[in-house]
């Protein structure tokens, strides 16, 4: 009988990870051990079970999935990482990759493309469902340049899932879109909100989107005064 490979699911939306899950049961070969709504919850997991597999989402409560991709790969270097997110952009993806991941799928493609990542990581491979292609990706991994970083002092005191909300707010989604594309409430939403201004010392929805296109994160033409 063929050994199952094992794998834990890392995200703070417990809709989500039942999705997962469901795909991956699609396939008998596969079985999640366990799951986790943030990076101390999951560190404890791998610690425990020591994966072949961990899909991880970028953004969660207490660290980014970056970090934390290092340090599974800290307690079990045999664990393949997987990001599972809704960031396409490529600072994210050079940082996933950088940081030991070998695989990066966005959440919208997973119900398609999650199986077939799965297998491919398993196997030793770079996925990606994007264009960039896997000798793109090796090239990435391999470069010696700095890490790709966002140069604001006052944009790293934002948390992971504030830093999420001001992009969304800045490609101008609105309260409720963000509510329904993150699984979390209106209100909650409208807290992140006020807090990035607070933090930021901005005043409306234009001097956010204006501050997210000064840092690269979204192309200014999306808005037009």
Known sequence: MVQKKTILIVDDHGLFRDGLKAIIERNANFEVVGEAGNGREALKMVQKFKPDVALIDISLPDKSGIELTRDVLKFSPTTRIMIVSMHSKIDYIVGAFRAGAT???I???????????IKTVIKGDFFMDTSVSQKIVKKLVGLQEKEIK?????????????????????EGHSTNEIGEMLFISSKTVENHRSSIMRKLDLHSMIDIARYAAKLGLINIDLWKE
């Open 103 to 105: 695989g990066y799928v």
């Open 107 to 117: 959440k919208e493609s997973a119900s398609d493309k999650l199986l077939q990542g």
């Open 150 to 170: 966002i140069p604001d002092d006052a944009y790293d005191t934002l948390t992971p899932r504030e830093q999420e909300i001001m992009a969304l707010v800045a």
